[in-house]
DNA sequence: ACCTATGTTGGATC
DNA sequence: AGATCCAACATAGG
């Protein structure tokens, strides 16, 4: 499911539920989400914890826990974190209940199983957590500058579309705003990173953070299973220029939106206007 | 009913 | 280095 936007609208949610809130009981249905533990010893560790703070980093869910511990959790394609009172039914797909209190409940539901959490020192989360080491930048680091960008693309030859999908790159796109931006900046998926011109390259630069930051402020996109912590959809879907439109009219000229495979992603794109280089498929 | 697709990512293989 | 295929898993849609 999510990828920046709609893990940045679950991190500040989170941050107004359940910030300052004890998780006083665990309990999990399947063993491989917790990674970093036995279930039994997972429940031992994270009991009588307090949540002190919610944070992000690419994708990665961090929730700083009294006792210096972190618990991490990477909701992958299908993950949900809801936070429902005791009394609501029960969620499809639950995979693990944080029970905060008696009355408020953070559940962890995923239909396809794929999401993780991890429990670590928060000074080894910082040091040795390799899926944080790998990451690259953050598109709203104030670190990352155009220059930056820039070096990225001309050290590398990869298809433009795969260097967006690579978090050790850049974090924090997936298919969907890999795929806006490359509209925004009219910019063919295929093209290779180090064949885009400057006055392009800038281009995708803003398109990044203008399109992320317009998705956050929509909550994130619900074209799927994505939904914030309240179960309510992101509203950032109508917005949605190229993503799943094949076959549709583009906004810019009306020609057929295409989609074509990128190390087995869907990339869509519309051939007249994101045309690609000659010489290179 | 069968085939393909799906918001992720890590590993194997060429 | 980089591309491609496959793995984890469950469901929906053409």
Redesign the pocket.
Known sequence: ???LP?VETIVRQLNREIKNKTITDFSCSAP?MAVTHKLADFQRQIKGKKILNVKRR??IILLELSGGLVLAI?L???GQLFVRKSTHPQDP?NRAIFQLGKNLELRFND????GQMWLYPKTQIENNF??IQ?LGPEPFDKTFILQNFKNILQH????IK?LL?D?SKISGL???YSDEVLFYAVIHPNT?ANKISDEKIRKLYIGIKKILRDAIRAQ???????RDIRGEK?QYAVKLKIY?RTGKPCFRCGTKIA?V??????AHFCPKCQKRIMNYE
């Open positions: 499911m999510p990828e709609e491989k690419g994708k990477h992958r394609l299908t797909f239909l396809r199983l794929f390799d899926k790998k590398n030859r990869t298809k795969a999908l978090q997936g298919n969907i290779p994130g996109t619900s074209v799927d299973t994505y992101g799943r989609r495979k990128i190390g087995g992603r869907s």
